[in-house]
């Protein structure tokens, strides 16, 4: 009761295939701003494969599901984002290994796994203006709220929350890690495509999980 099973999961990857896809015009228009206009197309390609393999791993737990999708958005999605959400999904499947009862508390320890893989990954931190200034308070109150006793439900909820406001607070940055960084100071002034996505996915995470 309360934890994140396989059909858990499905659900959460299949919301967050609906929600890029239903924003991937708004991500590309995004990333024409400050990169090459793919991001949206390059998500939504990768997600809508990711699903599919998913769908058609029958009786695995819910990490294995987890690597699958980490593994098809590696092999589908080219660019920064393709390595960085892979890793995402393949550290939160190595930290669920092969357990089939998931709660709060591992759920949270899987995707602070995951993004500290992706900080690795992509060399960044906190106020370059990549994915990571949406992900980061996301996971950050995810804990918080976990350790005061809520739901993985409402702890969700709460980082989704935190997630957009992460997403909104990258504006005004000046891009110090990937293609918007060739801008420089010209890099302001427009939300960065990776957090937009990111917090797509915390509040598919909160919907479904
Ligand atoms: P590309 O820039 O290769 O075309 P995408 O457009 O799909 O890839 O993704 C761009 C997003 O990737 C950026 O908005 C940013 O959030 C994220 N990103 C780029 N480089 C890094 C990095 N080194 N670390 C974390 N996120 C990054
Ligand atoms: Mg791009
Ligand atoms: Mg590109």
Redesign the pocket.
């Known amino acids: 009761v309360g934890g994140v099973s396989v059909p858990d999961v499905r659900s959460w990857i299949d919301r967050f295939a609906e929600l890029v896809h239903a924003e991937r015009d708004r991500l590309t228009e995004?990333?024409a701003a400050?990169?090459?206009a793919?991001?949206g197309s390059?998500?939504d390609r990768g997600m809508k494969a990711a699903a599919a393999a998913a769908g058609e791993l029958g009786d695995a737990a819910p990490g294995e599901l987890l690597k699958k999708v980490g593994m098809t958005l590696v092999s589908t999605?080219?660019?920064?984002?393709?390595p960085?959400y892979g890793t995402l999904f393949l550290r939160m499947g190595a930290s669920l290994g092969e357990a089939t009862d998931v709660d709060g508390p591992a759920f949270a320890a899987a995707l602070r796994a995951g993004l500290v893989g992706?900080?690795a990954?992509?060399?960044?931190e906190v106020g370059?203006?990549?994915?990571?200034?949406a992900l980061t308070p996301a996971v950050d109150e995810l804990d918080a709220v976990l350790a005061e006793g809520a739901s993985l439900s409402e702890a969700l909820g709460r980082a989704s929350t935190a997630a957009d406001a992460g997403r909104d607070a990258t504006e005004p940055l000046v891009?110090r890690?990937?293609?918007?960084s060739y801008l420089g100071e010209r890099s302001a002034g427009h939300q960065?495509?990776?957090?937009?996505?990111?917090a797509l996915l915390v509040a598919a995470a909160a919907q479904t999980l």
């Open positions: 995004l990333d400050v990169g090459d793919d991001h390059n998500l999605v080219g660019g920064a984002s393709g960085l992706v900080a990954r992509g060399k960044a370059d203006k990549t994915l990571l200034d891009a890690k990937g293609r918007a960065d495509p990776g957090a937009t996505s990111v």
